[in-house]
């Protein structure tokens, strides 16, 4: 009895599926070769559009050159003066604390990113080092910063 119980509980199974992939479904797949003869021909067309994945910054950036002090001014030639870094050298202004801040990242590799105060003396590191958490200074600086302006990013 079970036997025969499993029997049919399985031959509706077969039914229902079998019906189930008769209800017009159809799957083509392309079988003609290419045009050219070759997967490697000339059939791709070429791009009608500039490239929109490019993620270098636009040269054309927008920086806040107000009022900027003599010794970031020296600090922003010393920056052009060395080789390129990758990442690229930026320089942000931030309050933080109610003062006037300037955030200066740094290059590749476990260096510390710079915060200054109005006056360029150093403040903290705010990130960077072997933890990638700065010297543990001002370790709220990004959750309290506001008002960021851009002040310089590398050009070249």
């Not at 930026?90 to 933080?96: G, M, N, P, V």
Request: with cysteine; net charge positive; aromatic share 6%.
């Amino acid at each position: 009895m079970r036997l025969s119980l499993l029997l049919v509980t399985s031959l509706a199974a077969v039914l229902t599926s079998s019906v189930a992939c008769q209800r017009g479904v159809t799957v083509n797949t392309p079988t003609d070769p290419p045009v050219s003869g070759s997967v490697n021909g000339t059939d791709t067309p070429n791009p009608t559009s500039a490239n929109t994945t490019d993620l270098r910054p636009a040269r054309a950036t927008a920086f806040d050159t107000t009022a900027r002090p003599r010794w970031l001014e020296d600090r922003i030639q010393k920056h052009l003066a060395e080789a390129k870094q990758n990442p690229i050298v930026q320089i942000s202004r931030y309050t933080y604390k109610g003062q006037t801040v300037y955030y200066e990242s740094v290059g590749c590799c476990d260096q510390f990113s710079n915060l200054y105060n109005a006056k360029g003396n150093i403040i903290c590191h705010p990130e960077g080092g072997l933890t990638g958490r700065g010297d543990g200074q001002c370790p709220d600086f990004d959750k309290n910063k506001t008002g960021e302006m851009l002040v310089w990013r590398d050009p070249r």
